[in-house]
């Protein structure tokens, strides 16, 4: 006969079999071995044969409260983009990038990592939480979508064949991390296939295409013959002797060295390098990884990196 706690034990396990259903790595991931190489897909997150979709994907590790408790400001009445950032659009974005490993590399500790290293110069990017701000200065991360006053519309004439300015059109700072420039603006349209150079509001109107323009950023070498962020954190990166030279080495600190070059590194121990580690280390502590795993200072600033792209080069990206 079945005792009363018998049957109460027996629904709460069919319960917990449910839930386990919905999100469990088998209902949903595809698996085959292509020459020996195991890939999968996992439903939209991870939607093209890839090594990187046997891992966990980013929602299966990064959860929306994670998001909300990163970015606990952002809707506040003084923030600037009220409303228009969320979790969906950063999952949605990623999306593309999944497969490609971000988010995906190593694991769960690497994985996390990244999610946070990203988010980190995202949240610094655009930020409002300057001096004495309710919450503590990180707290204010995507509070803006898109530079308040230009002070022009960041057209370069040198760029007229391949990226032309279209009349009237504003290549301002918008979006996760920032875009500046028409040069920009075209290089991210033309990589994800959205006439930018024509319409750079966009980005400052959708909240996924932001996402997708940082993490493209992220994901690509500035360069030929360069790294990523991606590889330079991840680990995928080798330096070579003149890296080794300009104390170029894998981690954070050199994705900070990619992403902004001298503005930011091989200055000493500078505010706006100091501000996005903060960031860094703020949100491993929120997504309760801890700042400890966050490595050495060698690791973590380029305050003695020399820059990958030197100021002779027009940078990718360039601050307000
Ligand atoms: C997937 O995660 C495992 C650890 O769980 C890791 O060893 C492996 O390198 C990861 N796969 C890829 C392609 O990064
Ligand atoms: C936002 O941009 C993405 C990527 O280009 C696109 O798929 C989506 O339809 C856009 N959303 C809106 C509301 O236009
Ligand atoms: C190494 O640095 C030197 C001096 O800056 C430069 O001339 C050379 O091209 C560099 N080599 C590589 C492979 O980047």
């Not at 009237?168 to 991210?188: E, K, L, M, S, T």
């Amino acid at each position: 006969m079945w005792t009363t706690r018998g049957v109460a034990l027996l629904i709460g396990l069919l319960v917990v079999n449910l839930v386990v259903g919905i999100n469990s790595d088998d209902s949903t991931r595809l698996v085959k071995k292509v020459k020996g190489v195991k890939v999968c897909i996992k439903d939209w997150e991870c939607n093209r044969w890839s090594k990187f979709c046997c891992n966990q994907t980013i929602s299966e590790n990064f959860q929306v409260y994670q998001f909300e408790n990163l970015f606990s400001k952002r809707n506040s009445p003084v923030a600037h983009a009220v409303g228009f950032w969320d979790y969906q659009s950063f999952i949605i974005a990623s999306a593309i990038y999944q497969p490609l490993g971000f988010g995906t590399t190593g694991g769960k500790l690497m994985q996390m990592k990244e999610v946070a290293a990203f988010l980190a110069h995202v949240g610094a990017k655009t930020s409002c939480g300057y001096g004495v701000a309710t919450g503590g200065p990180l707290a204010w991360g995507l509070c803006y979508n898109k530079e308040m006053s230009p002070s022009q519309s960041y057209c370069d004439d040198s760029y007229k064949f391949e990226f032309p300015c279209t009349p009237g059109a504003q290549y301002y700072g918008r979006g996760a991390i920032p875009i500046y420039w028409n040069f920009n603006y075209g290089a991210v349209g033309k990589a994800l296939d959205v006439d930018l150079l024509n319409h750079p509001e966009y980005i400052e109107q959708n909240a996924t295409l932001a996402f997708m323009a940082a993490m493209w950023r992220w994901m690509t070498p500035i360069k030929k013959l360069q790294p990523s962020a991606h590889e330079v954190f991840v680990g995928g990166w080798k330096p070579t002797k003149n890296d080794t030279l300009a104390k170029r080495v894998p981690g954070f600190g050199a994705t900070m060295n990619i992403l902004y070059g001298e503005m930011t590194c091989g200055q000493g121990d500078i505010d706006p390098m100091n501000t996005i580690i903060s960031h860094y280390l703020y949100y491993l502590d929120l997504m309760g990884v801890g700042r400890e795993e966050a490595g050495p200072n060698e690791v973590l600033s380029c305050a003695e990196q020399g820059a990958f792209n030197p100021a002779t080069v027009a940078p990718a990206t360039s601050s307000s």
